[in-house]
């Protein structure tokens, strides 16, 4: 660098300062910028480092609520097999039950329908028998009614022909 005189040498070499000292000022405030963004990205870097910590913790719950939902799953399966079961024993033991009530009352109702024609053949039989003693007792009246009056008349006819005898076996006879 050759140059005319010493002042321009000199504003030559302030104005290369001014150039350089902008250049360090620009560098400076980059530099500033890149430590500020460094500074953000840690800070992201490490808020990120926080919540993959957080959603690590969150998996390994949901794992454990999964697991714990699965086992609760088997248990109701479980307790719902059970019911069912109870619910088909206790079903097949009413109608067993059922069953045989049926078939208890349809005995006891043909048992009763038997004794109740049984009884109303006794019923229409004594009915009969009263009848046939009415008829009886009537046609024994009549016999005595007869034989009384036989008697009758046989007492007036013996008193007539025996003296006293009949009278006293009239007598004894009414």
């Known amino acids: 660098l050759k140059f005319a005189s010493l ?15 902008r250049v360090l000022e620009e560098t400076r ?7 500020h963004e460094l500074q953000t990205a840690l800070d992201f870097r490490s808020e990120n480092d926080h919540l993959r910590l957080q959603l690590e913790f969150v998996q390994r719950d949901n794992r454990d609520l999964e697991a714990e939902r699965e086992d609760m799953k088997e248990e109701f399966a479980k307790r719902i097999a059970r019911m069912q ?10 109608q067993q ?6 078939a208890q009352l349809e005995k006891k109702t043909s048992t009763m329908e038997k ?10 039989l004594s009915e009969r028998r009263a009848q046939d003693c009415k008829r009886l007792a009537h046609e024994k009246d009549k ?7 036989q008697m009758e008349m046989l007492c007036t006819t013996s008193q007539d022909e025996l003296p006293g005898g009949l009278d006293r076996h009239a007598a004894h006879a009414s």
């Open 7 to 21: 002042e321009q040498q000199s504003t030559f070499l302030v104005a290369e300062r001014d150039d350089a000292t």
């Open 97 to 102: 039950k059922t069953t045989l009530y049926k």
């Open 143 to 149: 016999e005595i009614q007869q034989l009384k009056r």
């Open 115 to 124: 004794k109740k024609a049984k009884f109303a053949a006794q019923v229409i």
């Open 29 to 35: 405030e980059r530099l500033d910028e890149c430590k």
């Open 85 to 94: 079961k109870v619910y088909q024993d206790e079903t097949q033991t009413l």
